[in-house]
């Protein structure tokens, strides 16, 4: 598991029904008031949705360190991006009404008490991070690196944070536990000693390890690793230099053009759209480089959304189920790794977990689908996600929609007799996850909420690190330019 979700993560690196066709732009926006004009069954639908996908972050995590599992259902290492999508969770549910702010203060307290004081070193087993970073998995029990061979990673270091610093931003009252939770998370900010993790400077590293040392790839071009480079230009205390967001864009002319009727700056998997703006609002705001393109950051994710869709209509694979509202890709769980012969001489291949994707810089399709690709972009373009939404739930019912909303993929082509890898065969529909993955519910819990209210936004325009972070790095104009 450890090894295919790596690998996947460094693959990405490197490199409502409407029937509205996609033309050579994505259609405007229309996102301002959706949610209020939705149909009453649809807006139940997405409360629920909403409301699972919270519970399983608000169930699956220790409520003694915060921990949270990387996949639940089920035993699990603890993953710490999963833990920065659940302290930004939490605020959700206090604004929803599913826990009160005083049992979120505790979570959110317990959490970043276990950050704040475990262990940082450079031994192999015994410590949780080193120079501020955490490894991307932890024990679930102990709190410290589950295992040689995983890494100290700068990308979930960053999602962990972009929830630390939401809890500093969110919990803002004039209170004894408040101001606490506000001193935890900028000593845990303040910590991370970015310029460390640049053996190559201006890029930073993806990461380090006891043993190997840093990782030989760095962040560079458009993908999850824009939320990176904002953070670490906004540090207070370790500082990136000034070149380093030219630097990472010096590679955006790669994959902008053209895909499934859409102009924009591709990354395959859906996710590198999402994580940076599950957080950072970029309507509005521009660099160098989408000031020159005459686009934002969330126009391009708008446009990648409509082109996943586009390719989900021309099938090419001729995969079952794909169509106008069943439609997906992203880095996710599948049936596992499988070549099966088919009764016309043909092979099918399958995949376990995998950055699956559809765009100018790489095409991974095996049929199949992660609701999160979808659910994620709801803020993006919620007048194909909503029908998307509906009709995955409907057409497949409690085989991917049950406690915890979505499971993490099903795959509707799965039609062999091979016992799967991961899930479960469903006889008459084909393979479906039977857990969820942090990383992949927290884009749909905090995507829906940005989507229905903005809060996680609002709340992020008045980090002042962020802030900091999107200025060094070049943007100007909207929010930005406004006074706090």
Avoid at 429 to 457: F, H, T
């Amino acid at each position: 598991m450890i090894k295919r979700i790596l690998r996947a993560a460094l693959a990405g690196a490197w490199l409502f029904s409407t029937g509205i066709a996609c033309a050579a732009h994505a259609p405007a926006s229309t996102t301002a008031n959706g949610y209020e004009t939705l149909p009453p069954a649809q807006r139940a639908a997405i409360d629920d949705l909403e409301k699972r996908t919270f519970q399983w972050f608000w169930d699956s995590a220790d409520p003694k360190t915060g921990l949270v599992p990387d996949h639940y259902p089920g035993p699990s290492f603890a993953s710490i991006a999963s833990v920065g999508f659940a302290l930004t969770a939490y605020g959700v549910g206090v604004e929803r009404g599913y826990v009160t702010r005083a049992q979120a203060i505790d979570r959110t307290l317990a959490t970043l008490h276990f950050f704040n004081d475990a262990p940082q070193d450079d031994s192999e087993d015994g410590a949780t991070g080193f120079h501020g970073f955490y490894y991307h998995f932890l024990n679930m029990q102990t709190g410290k690196r589950h295992a040689r061979g995983v890494e100290l990673s700068s990308v979930d270091t960053t999602l962990l944070l972009g929830g630390v610093l939401f809890a500093q931003s969110y919990f803002d009252r004039h209170t004894a536990r408040e101001k606490e939770i506000r001193d935890l998370a900028d000593a845990i900010y303040r910590r991370v000693e970015w310029t460390w993790m640049q053996p190559r400077a201006p890029l930073i590293s993806m990461g380090w390890t006891p043993g190997g040392k840093f990782i030989k790839a760095d962040w560079k071009g458009y993908d999850e690793g824009m939320l990176v480079y904002v953070l670490a230009l906004g540090s207070p205390t370790h500082p990136i230099e000034d070149g380093a967001w030219a630097a990472w864009a010096k590679t955006y002319p790669q994959t902008w053009g053209e895909f499934q009727g859409q102009t924009f700056l591709n990354f395959a998997p859906l996710f590198g759209h999402q994580y940076s703006q599950a957080w950072i609002d970029f309507r509005g705001i521009q660099d160098a480089w989408s000031s020159e393109h005459g686009l934002d950051y969330f126009e391009n994710s708008r446009r990648a959304t409509f082109s996943q869709r586009a390719y989900a209509i021309v099938n090419p694979n001729h995969w079952t189920g794909y169509g106008e509202n069943v439609w997906g890709l992203t880095a996710c769980n599948g049936p596992g790794d499988a070549v099966v012969k088919r009764n016309d001489g043909s092979t099918r291949a399958f995949y376990g977990y995998t950055a699956r994707g559809a765009g100018r810089d790489y095409v991974s399709d095996d049929g199949t689908i992660a609701p999160t690709a979808a659910g994620g972009s709801i803020a993006f373009a919620p007048e194909i996600v909503v029908p998307a939404l509906m009709e995955m739930k409907t057409r497949y019912g409690d085989a991917v929609y049950g406690q915890y909303g979505f499971v993490d993929a099903f795959n509707p082509s799965y039609d062999t007799s091979l016992t799967p890898a991961e899930g479960r065969a469903v006889p008459g529909m084909g393979w479906a996850d039977d857990k969820q993955i942090g990383i992949d519910q927290g884009p749909i819990v905090l995507m829906i909420e940005n989507w229905r209210s903005g809060l996680v936004w609002k709340v992020m325009r008045k980090n002042p690190y962020v802030r900091k972070g999107l200025q060094r790095a070049g943007f100007t104009g909207g929010w930005l330019d406004k006074a706090r």
